[in-house]
């Protein structure tokens, strides 16, 4: 390494000293590697950073469809927040818990800051206790998991009331069918909380709404 050849220390003094790591340094070394650094126009690799201090610096956001307004939504105002505070945001999709639970592996092994997943959760998904597993060792290891929408998980979380948003939502026609289960009878908690309350606020304005497919709830 250059910068350690010019401050005339170990290689292994000089990336400690550039990668932030925890082990302590002489201050001596500390000012040799500094000022090395600055005279060759150094710039930090932040993988390396990530491998010396245990995290990156980023946030990985997970969303189930990143077309739909909702985690549209979701996903700006994350990303706004994270750049704020000069954190990069990486954003993937998963549809099904299968795909959320790999995602989250895969995640995990990247040693990102902290992990948000805003999805709703599938009723009876055999995955939960396995996602559990996975994001309690990642916060063992120094990394903070976090849900917008409560799974009732041991992990902090957004709640949001969905069934006395729909319930208060004015008429529109772009909502007002719903298909809170797929073809294969699995249903989202979100999307069954919203269907139940529009319709009781559909019943209590003398409306009525058939159960089919509508785009724009999460």
Do not use: W
């Not at 993937?92 to 709703?120: C, D, Q, Y």
């Not at 998991?145 to 041991?154: D, G, K, Q, S």
């Not at 009331?161 to 069918?177: E, I, L, M, Q, S």
């Amino acid at each position: 390494m250059d910068v350690a050849k010019e401050a005339q220390v170990s290689i292994a003094t000089a990336s400690r000293v550039l990668n932030g790591s925890t082990r302590k340094v002489r201050n001596q070394s500390y000012v040799k590697v500094m000022e090395a650094a600055t005279k060759l126009n150094y710039r930090p690799n932040a993988y390396a950073q990530a491998v010396a201090k245990g995290t990156a610096p980023n946030i990985v956001l997970l969303v189930s469809d990143i077309s739909d307004p909702y985690f549209a939504s979701v996903s700006q105002g994350v990303v706004k927040a994270a750049a704020e505070r000069g954190i990069s945001v990486t954003i993937g999709v998963a549809t099904t818990p299968h795909e959320e639970l790999e995602a989250v592996r895969k995640s995990v092994s990247t040693r990102p800051r902290g992990i948000i997943i805003s999805e709703s959760e599938y009723t009876d998904a055999p995955e939960r206790q396995a996602l559990q597993t996975e994001l309690t060792q990642y916060e063992a290891s120094g990394g903070r998991a976090v849900f917008v929408l409560n799974r009732n998980l041991p992990f902090p979380a957004v709640d949001v009331a969905n069934d006395v948003g729909a319930r208060h939502r004015k008429a529109d026609r772009r909502f007002r069918v719903y298909a809170p289960c797929d073809s294969q009878g699995r249903c989202r908690t979100s999307l069954l909380q919203r269907t139940t309350g529009r319709c009781d606020g559909s019943a209590g304005r003398g409306r009525h709404h058939r159960g089919s497919e509508s785009r724009g709830e999460r």
